[in-house]
């Protein structure tokens, strides 16, 4: 019935429309010359009378004609204001139609210059922001830079991914820019250049040869690992699209929309002048889709590669990733496949395989994932100065192989105190001057990493240190390690304090 009763008096008005309210910052304090647009639902702009907030935040604003529509409340831009434009959907307007208090979201300022090498300015590039916490890009009022290369926009607060859109910039060719930012506070970022770069061009078809619209274009550095950021990435109806890339080797992905139900396809282009690769021909597939768990919980961020059994090389997924939900889903042929799902670094779980799943139509497979368990101490050190007794830990979470995060951490030492780390492939325990040697030193696998303590020097329990691990192979998985460390340390007993043991398993 209220449907009804809106699509009656939509037809019914003849009148002009109006819609009236207030505008408030997040104090609750009056904002003005706030300009207001409204969109219809083609996106299409309305001419408007009256389309902005005096000094007390009130408006009065005239539309042509009845409708359900979006408002948009644009306040102004640093260094005005800081606050952040606030879109309104589904506005059914009718008559004279008071929205209310409209609150605009707080935001700070940030500022900056950007330049191409040789320090000249660039003008007409475009700042864009995608929030960490809704992953919806924010487009900035008056987001362009000026002749000199300068902007100064209001952005949301928090962790956002800080983007320069040089697509416009039509000479020199410029690779655009991301960065991470976390916004705690007005501020200056100074300057950004962007470099010089190349156009990699392409077409992507369908192997009945029709063109594949939509399909998003990711280029990554080989070399680096890299993904570089390239806005308007998408193919055109013609299937076709061109990205700037600096000079370099990289693998160019094309992922299609989910509905297109096609296999994603990757190529390598060697950049040093423009290049147009050869066409990409996408075969049809279905979808492989589960959920992977952990300990009876659904586990984000868990990275899916599936391997051909018979050929033994990979299939391109794209956004093979898990959800918050736990949630995966790819498109890949019909096929016998291994799957590998590995987790997070820091999360306590393994990397867990499933071999021989057989793809003939949509295909479920959920996941348990093993758990890779923490590092355990065992046994007690040896105390030196003041009756510090050192501790042996670990930070970086689980030991897994390729967690350039992991690292031995050593605490509770003589400040200045030099010492030595010891990692065994065997435990021990052998007396040491009324201390425990925990780990076999004279093991063939054992290797020795000496450090300096910091801290004041000479006093008992102040040092601390880090030992990084060297980046685990796939070829040590599996491997137990007992670790122990000893510290020169004139109030120890033998002038040498001991730590505790720490056992920790390398997992996949």
Not at 196 to 210: I, Q
Not at 428 to 439: E, H, Q
Request: with cysteine; aromatic share 6%.
């Amino acid at each position: 019935m209220r449907t009804l009763a809106i699509a009656t008096a939509l037809s019914v008005s003849t009148q002009a429309e109006v819609i009236t309210g207030q505008v408030l910052d997040d104090a609750g304090l009056p904002v003005a010359s706030v300009n207001i647009d409204v969109f219809d639902g083609a996106g299409n702009e309305l001419l408007l009378t009256d389309d902005g907030t005096d000094v007390n935040g009130f408006f009065t604003t005239t539309v042509p004609s009845a409708g359900i529509f979006t408002v948009s409340f644009r306040p102004p831009p640093p260094p005005t204001t800081t606050h952040l434009r606030r879109d309104l959907a589904s506005v059914v307007i009718v008559g004279t139609t008071n929205i209310g208090t409209v609150t605009l979201p707080p935001g700070y300022r940030l500022l900056g210059r950007v330049l191409r090498t040789g320090g000249l300015p660039v003008g007409g590039v475009q700042i864009e922001t995608v929030p960490a916490l809704t992953g919806v890009r924010y487009t900035p009022e008056n987001n362009l830079t000026d002749g000199f290369g300068n902007y100064s926009v209001a952005v949301p607060r928090g962790e956002i991914e800080l983007r320069f859109d040089a697509t416009d910039v039509i000479t020199p060719v410029l690779v655009s820019l991301a960065i991470p930012m976390n916004m705690t506070a007005n501020v200056n970022i100074g300057d950004r250049t962007l470099i010089p770069g190349f156009r990699v061009s392409g077409t992507v078809r369908r192997a009945d040869l029709t063109p594949v619209a939509g399909a998003d274009i990711d280029a990554e550095d080989v070399a680096t690992g890299e993904k570089i950021y390239t806005p308007g990435d998408n193919t055109n109806p013609s299937g076709a699209f061109s990205v700037v890339v600096p000079p370099g080797t990289f693998e160019v992905e094309v992922c299609p929309e989910g509905n297109d139900l096609l296999v994603a396809d990757v190529q390598i282009a060697v950049v040093a002048s423009n290049v147009t690769l050869p066409v990409f021909t996408l075969q049809s597939g279905v979808i492989l889709f589960g959920l992977v768990s952990g300990s009876g919980s659904p586990v984000a961020g868990v990275d899916l590669d599936v391997i051909d059994t018979v050929s033994g090389l990979p299939v391109t997924t794209c956004n093979d990733n898990t959800a918050e939900s736990g949630v995966y889903g790819v498109v890949v042929p019909n096929g016998t496949y291994d799957l590998s799902f590995r987790p997070p670094l820091d999360t306590a779980f393994a990397t867990t395989r499933v071999n021989g799943v057989v793809v003939a139509g949509m295909t479920q497979v959920n996941v348990a994932l093993d758990a890779c368990p923490p590092a355990t101490s065992y046994g007690v050190g040896l105390a030196g100065t003041g009756g510090a007794v050192p501790v042996l830990s670990s930070t970086g979470g689980p030991l897994r192989a390729g967690n350039s995060e992991w690292a031995w951490t050593m605490d509770n030492l003589v400040g200045g105190g030099i010492g030595i780390l010891f990692a065994s492939t065997q435990p021990a325990n052998l007396p040491f001057f009324g201390g425990t040697i925990l780990i076999n030193p004279s093991n063939a696998a054992s290797s020795r990493f000496p450090f300096f303590a910091n801290g004041s020097v000479g006093v008992g329990g102040v040092g601390s240190a880090q030992v990084a691990f060297p980046v685990a192979p796939s070829s040590v998985v599996g491997l137990t390690l007992f670790n122990q460390f000893g510290v020169l340390d004139p109030g120890a007993v033998s002038g040498v304090s001991l730590s505790n043991g720490l056992e920790v398993s390398i997992c996949p």
